[in-house]
Structures are given as C-alpha cells and as structure tokens.
C-alpha cells in the first residue's frame, strides 16, 4: 500500500543504491517466470556475491492486490532493489517479483503467480550458487497477505508445485472482513478483488498450530486497521502453538516497513536475516 506520490517526496535513488552495492551484490533482472508474454510475470534476482548454498528470500511487493509491481518505485525511491539489496549485502538471495494484478485476473491467478516464481526461483537458484532448499516466502502489505495466507493455509502453495522453509509476512492484512469494515474504500476494494469470499481468503480463518517459521514485521505507526488485526492473531497463533513471532518497528509507518530497508533506519534485516539462518530444509 505504498503511497502514489511518495516517489515526489523521497529522496532515495534505486540506480545509486545498486551502484553503491554492486562490489558485494550482483544483480541479473528482468527474467522471467512463465512464458516470457507478460511483463508482470518477471522477477529481479539480488545475490551475494561469490557466495555459494545461500538461502533465499522471495518477496511479493503490496498495492492492495491492484496495482503496483517490484520495481514501479525504483527510480526514486529504490523500491524493491532495496530489499533485494539489504539482504544480500548480508548473504541471503532474494527474488523480488511482479505478478499479474485485479482487475486483468483474479486473485487465484495472482496467488498461481506467486506460487510459479517460487517455484521457479527453486528450480534455477542453484545456477546463481543458491540452495534450492532454503526458501523464504516474504512480503509487504497487500504481498504480507498472500505470504501469510499461503503459510497457514499451505495447501494453497504446495497443490500449485512449490514450497518454502519459513514465511515473513510484513504489516500483512490478515483479516479482509476487518479491512472491508475500516472504511468504504476498503471494502470496495474487498469486493472487486474478494467478492464475497473474505473469509475463505482471509489467513485468520486457519489459525492453526501446525505451521512452519513465522516472522510478522509491525510498525508502531502501521496502517491502524493492520496494526488491529495482526497482534491478536500472533498471539492466537503462539497459544496455539505455533512457531512465530513479531518484530514491532519503532517509529515506522506502513510505507516505512519496506522504505527503510538499506538505510541508517533500517530494523529488518537484522532480524529478518537471524530468521533466515537459523531456518534448516
């Protein structure tokens, strides 16, 4: 949910973040996940250089499941070369990734998207010195939604052909009956991209126990009607049994969750990176 005009107010530039990187990262973008026809279907790779079986992060960029893409930011703000680009300064690969969007598909097709970029960064990381086997599905905002829904309801990712080791879902919307209730923008956007199908598609409905690694990123000037629903959900989940936890952000906006990636303000990779690591296959 990364605002339209931040680019006019950042000061941030994506080209000098990566030329300042480019001595310990390489980069290899624009490559594509399914059949090369759709300029969506595309993901960046960011990899440590001369590193060798390193994990790996796949992340899903937000934009309320409408609009956006991993590098519309980039210019001005960096996004998402930031992301890519903190992490593997700090020896983790990450692939940052576009995928079709409501209204040109449903929200099926976007999740059978996510799910063929994970699987298809398995199949070729190896070729960028990689571990196939050391996964991470990540993501902010409206892609936090997709990381946790398909985390605890696994099904969704495993039927389409992939599979990860952990999940980091960043100031995610778990519960779209509470977004569609915060205001009449949201649940208009609930409805074109939900329809009534809010709870199916809601990670709150499969709370559950049974899970793998769970790391949730909160700012503590979130978005007010994220910053409602996943806190009880963490602690359902940790009674539950459940191997997660929270990471709250102090001073960070929604937007500040994924802008301060690769700055003096930067709190995620720190514990995004311990996470990672200490995830076996």
Known sequence: MVKWWLPLLCSCNGTMESYFAQDVVDEVLDQPYADGANQRQYLDLF??????????????????????????????????????????????????????????????????????ATKWTHDHIAEHGGDPNRIVLAGHSAGGHIAALFALDETRLTERGASVIGYIPLSPIVDLQAMAASSADRAQIADEVFGTALAEYSPTSYLSGVTKPLLFGLGTNDEPFIAAQVPPAIEQL?????????????????????????????????????????LAP
């Open 47 to 116: 990899l440590p250089r001369d590193a060798t079986d390193y994990p790996v992060v796949v992340f899903v960029h937000g934009g309320y499941w409408i609009h956006q893409d991993r590098d519309y930011f980039e210019p001005v703000t960096g996004l998402y070369h930031n992301v890519g680009i903190a992490l593997a300064r700090r020896g983790i690969g990450v692939a940052t990734i576009s995928y079709r969007l409501v209204p040109d598909v449903l929200f099926e097709d976007e999740l059978d998207d996510v799910a063929l």
């Open 238 to 278: 940790q009674a539950l049994g459940a191997p997660v936890r929270l990471v709250t952000v102090q001073g960070a906006t929604h937007d500040d969750m994924v802008l301060s990636f690769d700055t003096d303000d930067d709190q995620l990779t720190d514990p995004i990176v311990a996470f990672v690591n200490t």
